[in-house]
């Protein structure tokens, strides 16, 4: 028997590579000598059955200390979990942004897309007329008012009113809503007017057990002048009329902007967590609007609302909150029966808002049966 | 390959016309080169920085080819220990006189194969030197047993003299059998000797074996060969064809 086949040989003869004269003597060699033939065996189910050298050999063979990296596993690891963090927070953010628009922003906007049933819709001047309806067919002015105090509360109102009411965001969202509404323009101001008048005379019904407050500031844009027997139907009015027009000034970008805006302060721990109230909101129940130097946002505990089944369409709140959050004042708004009246007052002294640096803020409550 | 290089570089440096057509081909010749030697010469350049004493060469040829050296190694032995020693040693002996083994690779085959090819043979070395040349019974567990078992006593009853002269029998006959067999194996020619002991008698599969011998017919190939043995066989006059047959299925595994 002659010498055993070189390595080399062997493996060009298990990759194919040899040929001719070559092959022919591999080939020969191979069947008459077991060695040769077992080792050619071996090799070929080795090649077969390709196996993965565990990590502790490559340290042990590169001497890498056992903390050390082998440039190909753990170098990369370092450089991509930030990287990945940084673009989970990026998807989370983004997901924020979007329920905030769909879910927060976007039933402000739908909203007020439509006409408000039941609701003084009319702009602030002519809510504040005594005959709107009129004055808008005869396009004059409106006549003089029998008192004299009214008639300078409305002068004076609308005088304010129809300088804000040009303001470049109002007139794009009277664009906007234009082509919905002006259909149905005639039948709301006849439908408005009913309700106004319905609502004076069941607020001068029930004068004798509301307490109409001195002159405050509304939502900084007008003054409440008038006071005494006319205040509270002025007043009621003007909350709906001047709501009417905060609906009417709000197109969907801004309310989407604070909606996401409340979701952040909420993730970020500056604030209630807003969700509770709109989920609250969706479920069976009255729906609250807070509106004033405070938002939905500040309310601490927005649950409690769910248990204020007392609290009807048409009415309204305003609270005076202090530095801590703690509701100093009630004044009920609208008409309220006794035991309602009693339950409002107990409830909105047990609200606690989110403290601030003012001395001093306000927030008014309204009712609302359609959730937002 | 020669010839294509030839042209390529006839292309690249030959004075031809300096237009815009022939500036892309010769761009394009030129980034297939770039390829060409970037993905075929790697094992190449790969060796050669080694036995120039690059480190960093060392380090990546030891991270891309120590998976062909350990499945040479995990063949023979299980411990953990002992694997990474045969390991280790297989690397001191690919560095021993400055890579002597490595600079006398010559590129008949891949690197990878005539690395699993040293490896097992200097893997086999070090075990037989620790453990002898049968160092493979090391694999094989041996259990005390207490007394023999059960089963052994009740063979030993059913032992008469008619079996043993039976068995006896058996196994005279079976021993003519095999060296007939042999004799007409021996009488086959190199390639068909080979293919019948790579598959009967080193178990590997037909396929692969075809594949080694690069025998696109190999299931042709090996009936044509179990024909010419059986026809050696029935040559000799001792046996009748009924046992001829059932030796031969008996030896094939398949």
Known sequence: MSEHIAGEDLAAFVDGTLQGKEKAGIESHLSRCPECLEALTEIVEIRSRPVKIPSDFLRSALKVPDEGTLGEKEAPARTALPMRLAFGIAAVFLVVVVLGYFILGGGRSRRARFPLEGRDDRPLAEALSPEPAKAEESGRAPAALPEPARAKKAKSGAGEIMSTAKSAPVAQAEAVLKPAAAPQDKATLRMADEVAKDRRQEAEAAVGGVQAPAEKDRLGETKLAASGAAGVPARVEEYQSADAKMLRSRPAGPAAADGALQLFLAATGRAAAPLGLRIAALAPGPFIRIEGDVSPADLRDPGVLREWTWFRRGTALELAIGPDGSVTAVSLIGTWDRRAGALAEEASGKLLFSPSRKSSRRAVLTADDVPL | ?254
């Open chain 2, 1 to 254: 390959m020669q010839a294509i290089m030839g042209n390529t570089f006839a292309i690249l440096c030959g004075p031809g016309r300096n237009d815009a057509r022939t500036l892309d081909i010769r761009g394009a010749f030129l980034v297939i080169i770039v390829f060409m030697k970037w993905f075929g010469g790697s094992d190449a350049d790969l060796l050669r920085a080694v036995l120039e004493d690059d480190t960093a060469a060392w380090q990546k040829f030891i991270l891309g080819y120590s998976n062909f050296i350990y499945g040479a190694i995990v063949r023979y032995t299980d411990d953990y220990d002992e694997k990474m020693a045969v390991y280790l040693h297989v690397l001191e002996k690919l560095r021993e006189d400055r890579f002597e083994r490595l600079r006398s690779f010559a590129f008949k085959s891949k690197l990878s194969t005539w690395l699993t090819v040293v490896s097992r043979r200097l893997a086999l070395d070090f075990l037989r030197s620790r453990y002898g040349r049968d160092f493979s019974l090391k694999k094989v567990r041996v259990v005390s047993i207490d007394g023999e078992p059960a089963y052994l006593h009740l063979l030993a009853d059913t032992v008469t003299p008619e079996t043993k002269l039976a068995a006896a029998e058996r196994r005279e006959n079976r021993q003519h059998l095999e060296s007939s067999m042999r004799q007409a194996i021996d009488k086959l020619d190199d390639r068909e000797r080979l293919a019948v002991q790579l598959v009967y008698f080193q178990g590997l599969k037909i396929k692969e074996v075809g594949r080694l011998l690069k025998m696109p017919s190999a299931y042709k190939f090996l009936a044509r060969t179990l024909k010419k043995i059986r026809g050696e066989m029935e040559r000799a006059p001792r046996f009748i064809r009924a046992e001829i047959e059932d030796a031969l299925e008996g030896e094939s595994h398949e």
